[in-house]
Every structure is written in C-alpha cells, then in structure tokens.
C-alpha cells in the first residue's frame, strides 16, 4: 500500500514538473518587419519516458532568441528516480540572415551546438562569424559587435567603359573597411585620378530629374549610409580586370552592428534611403533600373539596396538620372582605371568616343574638359 501511494505521488510531482517546464518552454523570435512573436515548444517523451526532445521550427525568422532554451535542463531527482531532461534541437530559419541570440551566461547543449553551427550566433553582445546573403532581409533586435561580418553581392553586370551603366545600389548595417573578390582585396576610386578596381559613389544632392552623386574618398563605407557601387567589365583593361560576373564581399572587423534603420540622405526635393529588409508598395520611389543606368519608378526594392524618393513626385514614366556632380551624366564615363588614363580616351557629352576637339564640352581622360 505504501509503495502504492510512493508511486502515485511520484508521479504527481512528475506530472507537476513537466507541467511548469511547459510554462517556461518558451523562445521569441522577429519577422523582418521586427514584429517579435513568443512560441510555446511543442515536446514529446522519448521511449524511456525521461528524456523530452524538443524540435523547434521558426520558419522564415529573421532574429530567434533562444536564450531560454538553449540548454539542456538541469536533471531533476527525486530519491533515485529521474524526473525529466529536456533536450532542444531546430530546424534554422529559411532566411541565411538570420541571427540565433543567447545570453552571455547560457550554456548551449551538445545538441544545440551542433544546431548553430555555421549559423549566425550572437551571445550576449558579440557576435564572433556573421554572413549576410543578397537578396535575403535582415533586421537585428539588439546592438552587438561582429568579430568578423561580410556581405556577399553578386555583380552579373559591368559598367561599359564609354558606356556606363551596370550601378547597383547598397546600403549595409555596419562600417565595410574591406572589399574582396576570389579572396582578392580590392581598393574603390577615392578620386578621378586614383588607380583602384572599382567605384563607389555617395549622393550629395540633387534636383527634380537628377540625383547627384560623388566619390566615396573615405577609407570605409559608413553603416547605415546607402551608396551606389559599379564594376567594370572587360572594356576597361581586358578580362584580367574585368569583376563582370564576381561576388563581391564587403567586409568588416570589430564593428558595430545596429539595430537602427538607415536614414534619409535628402537633399531638396530628393531623398535617398537605402533597406535592410526590402520594402514593397513604395509611393514616389524610383529604384535602380535593370541596365543599372537611371532610377526608374518602382514600388518595390529589394534588401540591403537603396532608392530615390521624390517629395513631389513625377509624372508616370519619368526617370532620375544620375549625375556625378559635375554636370556628366551616367554613360559618359566619367571614371577611369590607370590604364584607360594612359589611353588618353575622348568622348562628347553624349558618351561618343571621339577623335578630333572642336569647341564644346568633352570628357578627356575621364575629366570634363571645356573647348573654346
């Protein structure tokens, strides 16, 4: 009788015990828009009857904080009898962008480890290997520092030299102070007359039809502040330079993360704002177009890119050219790598490579040259 009762209140307190661990069985995570959610774990008993695996699935997740459940439980006895261990494992999020927050002092179970590993793990507020995939949002709940963080972009597209085009535009949560390719550094234009591999340009106004743009002469590119990048392709020095159909990784060490938004760059009646997650239903915005030469009217942009809003707007159709401040437009190419300088290369102002100078307005090795 009283090995009876022994057994019917051991269970009781089994049954007890599981009960308050489904009350703290429990884990956030945050949609890209970083509206968070709480998820109860669904739990089952293993075949012993003493083990409860926990798989946890969060979808398209941009942020999880698995703080509560990182571990496994502490095992908890009662005389010799084994009470309840709880185990979690996960399926990771469909977004690569994801980032798996713990606390400092969580200690992550064997098997939790092996969940995380070549995940985006931040612990407390650092975060030691993060990678950021184009075309994937990102957002970030916390402030916490990258020991290392890159951000890979595919550039399928050159600009033509004498043509142009082929610009895409980017805007990245933390300071980029290098840029690789096939594990290459590569050094972007801080002038006109700099010998680099390719450009990045920053908006520093602009008018109804133009936005206007300039060298990023800075030795990094700032958090938080949307550019507009280009590449060039084998017209520029043969295919030895061209990084027409490369990845790009812009890289940063030791540098702050945030979770703040970009911000406005206005100037007028134009403002360029750069997204981590993309945005979609976009009033007066122009994006990128596809040739990379104008900002064309869109209602969708996609992560990790900029675009131009118009306060007024503009009648349908209309597109904002680009326009490197000093009155030579996107085409002309108006940059140029040491080797197109030594070729001594002259065009007019509608981008025609041109032999002799009569009076007028030309680009003579990349500078705007006034005949009279």
Same mark, same amino acid.
């Given at each position: 009788m009283k090995t009876n009762m022994r057994i019917a209140m051991l269970l009781l307190l089994i049954s007890a015990s599981i009960s308050l661990v489904a009350q703290d069985n429990r884990f956030v995570m945050w949609n890209a828009n970083g509206i968070s959610e709480t998820v109860s774990v669904p739990y089952e008993k293993d075949q012993t009857g003493d083990v409860i695996t926990n798989v946890i699935s969060v979808g398209d997740a941009a942020a999880v904080d698995l703080s509560s459940i990182a571990g496994i439980m502490k095992t908890t006895t009662i005389g010799e009898w084994i009470v309840r261990k709880l185990t979690y494992t996960f399926e990771p999020s469909t977004n690569p962008n994801c980032l798996y927050l713990v606390d400092e002092n969580t200690e992550i179970s064997a098997e939790m480890a092996k969940s995380l590993e070549g995940l985006n793990v931040v612990k407390g507020t650092n975060a030691a290997d993060v990678v950021l995939t184009s075309g994937f949002p990102f957002f970030t709940p916390r402030d916490f520092t990258a020991n290392n963080i890159r951000y890979e972009r595919p550039f399928d597209k050159g600009t033509q030299r004498g043509v142009g085009g082929g610009w895409q535009t980017i805007v990245l949560p933390f300071d980029v102070q290098t840029v690789t390719a096939d594990g290459q550094n590569l050094k972007w234009f801080a002038d006109a007359n700099d010998d680099a591999d390719f450009w990045v340009f920053k908006f520093v106004g602009g008018n109804d039809n133009t936005a206007l743009f300039d060298y990023n002469s800075d030795s990094k590119l700032s958090a938080a502040t949307p550019y507009i990048v280009a590449v060039p392709?084998? /017209?520029?020095?043969? /295919?030895? !330079?061209?990084?027409?159909?490369?990845?790009? %990784? !812009?890289?940063?060490?030791?540098? %702050? *993360? /945030?979770? $703040? %938004?970009?911000? %406005?760059?206005?100037?007028?009646?134009?403002? !360029?704002?750069?997204?981590? $997650?993309?945005?979609?239903?976009? *009033?007066n915005a122009y994006v990128m177009n596809g040739a990379g030469s104008s900002f064309a009217p869109n209602s969708i942009v996609e992560p990790f890119n900029a675009y131009v809003h118009s306060k007024n707007g503009k009648p349908a159709g209309v597109h904002i050219y680009i326009d490197f401040g000093d009155g030579t437009e996107t085409g002309i190419g108006t940059v140029y790598s040491e080797a197109a300088r030594r070729d001594r290369m002259v065009y007019d102002l509608q981008g025609r490579r041109i032999s002799t100078l009569s009076k007028g307005v030309y680009v003579v090795d990349g500078k705007k040259v006034v005949v009279r």
């Open positions: 392709d084998q /017209s520029w020095a043969g /295919s030895e !330079f061209s990084l027409e159909g490369k990845t790009l %990784a !812009f890289c940063g060490e030791n540098v %702050a *993360v /945030s979770n $703040t %938004a970009p911000e %406005a760059i206005g100037s007028g009646n134009l403002s !360029f704002i750069g997204t981590y $997650t993309g945005a979609a239903e976009l *009033v």
